[in-house]
């Protein structure tokens, strides 16, 4: 059969050379016309990008080190009613992708866990700015890069844009490795590409393809900016840079299992150009923020009374809201209250959420230092504030700080009790013991309760061991054994105020 085959072959073959002869021999040829046929130019493609092989290896070499491991501990993320993945309406694979991937159901006994995630991120500037997605940084309640070069930072979550799928971080260091940024709106359908990830730090991981497809539009008439690659699912690489044959960086990896048929598995892109506009404004807000609190600190510095109110505050957040009563995310939380201030000459204790000073309402605590500055000397001025739900007035005039006695909220006893866990229903999911001798000292605390270990809704809230649990919805915490009868006639939302490495905050937990 081959033979046959082969026979016809190299027949027809011959047959194709008589009549291409014959018609060369019909042709005139240059000598006898005396000229050359005009010569038929093939028309070149337009290149938008280098030409020539592409030094895959070389890249690596340069841009690697500017590649990150990010490490995260945050809570495990909740599944939808039906097993699959609950993506945010906001997210933009929410309207492309269906499909979830299938989980087991949480109950009782398979409560959410405190978990530990990682991805990949990149440097792009040498002050120590990396972006990666918001994905992998999600609800981090701390987050750690390592370099390849084995060194390890504690990181800040400067943005997180869920819209975009964009994070930002900032490391405090100089003189890092960075990558180069490119243009996204010149990438093309076809075109090769590479990631790099860093799945632990200490090496790199690399994976090519091309792009297979750019952004488009979905049937509901929404737009789906990402552009899809070829490239092999690796999570490692998820939030790394996607590398152009020119070395610069054009999308952020983005890796997406849909667990379906028609979606198997699905590697996209965010375009540099939209990260790039995530990361400018978050720049230009770290510059307004300085300059705002220059102005604020020259203005306290001419106006301001000695010691100022003698407070310590944080924002209110939504959670703390519902936990305080409050109709909406507004006001100045106390966490701590100067001995011999002002504040605490008034009567202001933690707990208290200031909302207006004089006839000014107060959005958020940043905003109650420039308006105490700002209050004319020698004047009485109603600070408006709610405590245990309930609104009060406090006066605050020019002689409150001679009348301070010491910080509000504490007590100087001692509890007594020993190491033990809370039982009952436990709720808020803390072990505790009471401050010993030794950590009163070390923490210059009178009382309190230090977290042994969490679980449940406190380690979903951020609550870590070696905090210092002070009140729990107002009330002071002396024993464990107090936690079982405030968790029973707790609502859903309580607020905690801890104190971590001498700094204290309130915490929102939502209870079981």
């Known amino acids: 059969m081959y033979r046959q085959t082969l026979g016809r072959t190299l027949v027809h073959a011959a047959a194709i050379g008589v009549v291409l002869a014959g018609y060369a021999c019909l042709q005139p040829t240059a000598t006898a016309a005396g000229t050359l046929p005009q010569p038929v130019k093939a028309k070149r493609i337009a290149q938008t990008?280098?030409?020539?092989?592409?030094?895959?290896?070389?890249?690596?070499?340069?841009?690697?080190?500017?590649?990150?491991?990010?490490?995260?501990?945050?809570?495990?993320?909740?599944?939808?009613?039906?097993?699959?993945?609950?993506?945010?309406?906001?997210?933009?694979?929410?309207?492309?992708?269906?499909?979830?991937?299938?989980?087991?159901?949480?109950?009782?006994?398979?409560?959410?866990?405190?978990?530990?995630?990682?991805?990949?991120?990149?440097?792009?500037?040498?002050?120590?700015?990396?972006?990666?997605?918001?994905?992998?940084?999600?609800?981090?309640?701390?987050?750690t890069v390592r370099l390849i070069d084995r060194r390890e930072f504690k990181a800040r979550v400067l943005a997180v844009d869920d819209q975009s799928d964009v994070a930002v971080l900032q490391v405090d260091?100089?003189?890092?490795?960075?990558?180069r940024l490119g243009d996204s709106s010149r990438v093309r359908v076809g075109e090769p590409v590479l990631t790099i990830g860093t799945p632990d730090g200490s090496a790199n991981t690399v994976t090519t393809g091309i792009v297979?497809?750019?952004?488009?539009?979905?049937?509901?008439?929404?737009?789906?900016?990402?552009?899809?690659?070829?490239?092999?699912?690796?999570?490692?690489?998820?939030?790394?840079?996607?590398?152009?044959?020119?070395?610069?960086?054009?999308?952020?990896?983005?890796?997406?299992?849909?667990?379906?048929d028609r979606y198997p598995s699905v590697t996209f892109a965010i375009p540099i150009n939209l990260a790039a506009k995530v990361r400018t404004q978050v720049l230009e807000a770290q510059q307004q923020t300085r300059q705002q609190a220059q102005q604020q600190a020259q203005q306290v510095q001419r106006t301001a009374p000695p010691g100022g109110l003698g407070v310590d505050v944080q924002d209110v957040g939504p959670g703390l809201a519902a936990a305080f009563g409050l109709p909406r995310s507004a006001g100045a939380l106390v966490n701590a209250v100067e001995p011999g201030s002002p504040a605490a000459a008034i009567g202001l204790k933690p707990g208290d959420v200031i909302v207006r000073i004089g006839d000014k309402p107060i959005g958020r605590s940043a905003e109650l230092a420039s308006d105490v500055a700002a209050l004319p000397p020698g004047t009485n001025t109603a600070l408006t504030l709610l405590r245990n739900r309930a609104p009060m007035t406090l006066m605050l005039g020019p002689g409150a700080a001679a009348a301070a006695g010491t910080s509000a909220g504490m007590s100087s006893g001692s509890a007594?009790?020993?190491?033990?866990?809370?039982?009952?229903?436990?709720?808020?999911?803390?072990?505790?013991?009471?401050?010993?001798?030794?950590?009163r000292r070390s923490t210059g605390l009178p009382v309190g309760m230090v977290v042994d270990a969490v679980r449940?809704?406190?380690?979903?809230?951020?609550?870590?061991?070696?905090?210092?649990?002070?009140?729990?919805n107002d009330t002071l915490i002396e024993t464990p054994d107090m936690v079982p009868a405030l968790e029973a006639k707790a609502g859903k939302v309580v607020a905690v105020l801890i104190q971590r490495g001498g700094e204290r905050k309130f915490v929102s937990v939502k209870l079981r």
């Open 416 to 439: 007594s009790v020993g190491r033990s866990g809370v039982g009952g229903a436990d709720r808020l999911g803390l072990t505790m013991h009471p401050l010993t001798d030794d950590e």
């Open 49 to 143: 990008g280098p030409v020539g092989p592409v030094d895959f290896p070389t890249l690596v070499e340069r841009y690697g080190p500017a590649v990150v491991n990010v490490s995260v501990a945050a809570p495990e993320p909740q599944m939808s009613a039906s097993g699959l993945e609950a993506l945010d309406p906001d997210d933009p694979f929410s309207a492309y992708f269906k499909l979830g991937v299938p989980q087991p159901p949480t109950s009782q006994d398979n409560p959410p866990r405190a978990m530990a995630g990682a991805g990949s991120g990149f440097i792009v500037s040498a002050d120590g700015l990396i972006l990666t997605t918001a994905y992998v940084v999600g609800q981090a309640s701390e987050v």
């Open 212 to 260: 297979s497809a750019m952004s488009r539009t979905l049937p509901d008439g929404g737009s789906f900016p990402f552009f899809q690659t070829d490239v092999t699912g690796n999570l490692d690489n998820s939030g790394g840079p996607v590398f152009n044959r020119a070395g610069e960086v054009i999308g952020i990896d983005v890796q997406i299992y849909a667990g379906g």
């Open 456 to 472: 449940g809704p406190a380690a979903n809230a951020g609550i870590q061991p070696g905090d210092v649990v002070l009140e729990f």
């Open 173 to 179: 260091a100089t003189r890092l490795p960075t990558v």
